[in-house]
């Protein structure tokens, strides 16, 4: 964009913007495309200013918090805004550094926070019908087993992925080893460490259990040296997170969910599910192992996004007018 498609900029001194955009090509050698994208955030920063009847100059922090406000007003997302914070930020730097002012009134000025995107969940058929279904054209081999155990116990327990890959099949301590996570049958729980180094139990459902007690039946013909881990590979080593994560995701593909299927999907729906049937909030974050409820709070974002959904479907004033036939 040539200078003189900015008028406001003319109107208001371009110079110091043109000095500043030569200096960034000549002295910074960015490229001229960057430095076009400079040039177009600091034409807006021109109007604004000249909207305001205030000289670049002469522009404070307020007169930057309210540009940025009214750069949200006009529906520009937080990253478009806090990319021309940034450009008149390092614009306000340089001209301090000409000493043209006493001080950058864009520092501590900062765009509007980004709405965090919901964790991604199934509903709970979809879960029911991923955790228990079989592998299509699979015979009922002690891999499948093992992978029908996992799956099981990562919905309903709401573990991580490395915290599952790290279960023991009992608690050990020796010399040389103590475990870090380990299963509980007869209690019907699971131990595992989380963040932090952090200890907590999590129950096991019966579900869960039926599916564990048939990989522990056949888990014996794959054990080698490690008598420890719950979950082996075909080679009999411990299960790793990364090896659980494919065959969570080719075992979705191969039953027909059209979602990209992850273990922290079935935390994510194990913690949507239980908040949808309880209420109890802290109860979920315990289970969870989360150190703040505020991370525990996104569910209840999840049970409204689903409840609204349930309304505009079946609400006769929710329910979209369909064109008279």
């Avoid at 371009?14 to 495309?33: F, K, M, N, V």
């Avoid at 406000?69 to 390092?90: D, F, K």
């Avoid at 079989?134 to 029908?148: H, K, L, T, V, Y």
């Avoid at 009999?236 to 273990?263: E, N, W, Y």
Wanted: net charge positive.
């Amino acid at each position: 964009m040539p200078a003189d498609a900015c008028p406001a900029a003319q109107a208001s001194g371009p110079s110091h913007i043109d000095a500043y955009l030569d200096s960034l090509l000549g002295q910074r050698h960015l490229s001229p495309l960057t430095v076009d994208g400079y040039r177009r955030d600091l034409c807006e920063l021109a109007a604004l200013a000249q909207e305001a009847g205030v000289a670049p100059l002469a522009v404070t922090q307020f007169h930057v918090r309210r540009f940025a406000a009214q750069l949200h007003a006009r529906g520009l997302n937080p990253r478009s805004i806090a990319r021309r914070l940034s450009a008149w930020r390092g614009f306000f730097r340089w001209l301090a550094a000409q000493g043209l002012i006493a001080a950058n009134p864009a520092d501590g000025v900062k765009a509007p926070r980004r709405d965090k995107p919901l964790p991604k969940a199934l509903s709970a058929d979809d879960a029911v019908r991923l955790v228990s279904a079989e592998r299509p054209g699979g015979a009922d081999s002690a891999m499948q087993r093992c992978n029908r155990a996992m799956f099981e116990l990562l919905y309903s327990s709401g573990l991580r992925v490395s915290e599952l890959a790290g279960l023991d099949v009992r608690y050990a301590k020796e010399p040389q080893y103590v475990s870090a996570g380990w299963l509980d049958l007869d209690a019907q729980e699971v131990t595992v460490t989380g963040k932090g180094g952090k200890l907590r139990s999590v129950p096991v459902g019966r579900h869960a259990v039926a599916a564990l007690r048939d990989w522990l039946a056949v888990r014996g013909s794959l054990l080698k040296a490690d008598p420890h881990p719950l979950f082996l590979t075909e080679r009999g080593t411990r299960m790793s997170p990364r090896v659980a994560q494919l065959r969570l995701k080719a075992h979705a593909r191969a039953v027909g969910l059209p979602v990209d299927v992850h273990p922290h999907v079935l935390r994510h729906s194990f913690a949507s599910h239980v908040l949808q049937s309880s209420g109890d909030l802290r109860a979920v974050q315990e289970m969870l192992g989360h150190a703040s409820i505020s991370a525990t709070q996104v569910y209840t974002s999840l049970d409204f996004q689903r409840l609204s959904q349930v309304y505009d479907a079946a609400h006769p004033r929710a329910r979209k007018k369909t064109a008279p036939r």
